[in-house]
Nanobody, 119 residues
């Protein structure tokens, strides 16, 4: 059974950093354009917010305006892992973070990883 597995979340103070990882059990991610998404505490029933995406080769990356300059998406295709380096974290970044194929998802989501930023 294929699963998306996100990890690396935690609790940090504003200005801190975290690095998230995304892998898939039972499937490799190296052939997909991948994205990171998040769902904040204020919108549990709403669509997940796009955060960043990366092309298959890693040469092309895109970011939401809210994280541009603070977050960096990368990937290690040899390991089949996609990363999200988050620096200068702000309380508004508090959310559950998910990864998925982008723009067309895989049809399911992983459990996500919680990021909590305190002021």
């Amino acid at each position: 059974q294929v699963q998306l597995v996100e990890s690396g979340g935690g609790s940090v103070q504003a200005g801190g950093s975290l690095r998230l990882s995304c892998a898939a059990s039972g499937r490799t991610l190296r052939s997909y354009t991948m994205g990171w998404f998040r769902q904040g505490p204020g919108n549990p029933g709403k669509e997940r917010e796009f955060v960043a995406a990366i092309s298959v080769s890693g040469a092309i990356t895109t970011y939401a305006d809210s994280v541009q300059g603070r977050f960096t998406i990368s990937r290690d295709n040899a390991k089949g892992i996609v990363y999200l380096q988050m620096n200068s974290l702000e309380p508004e970044d508090t959310a559950v973070y998910y990864c998925n194929r982008h723009p067309q998802g895989l049809g399911f989501w992983g459990q996500g990883t919680q990021v909590t930023v305190s002021s």
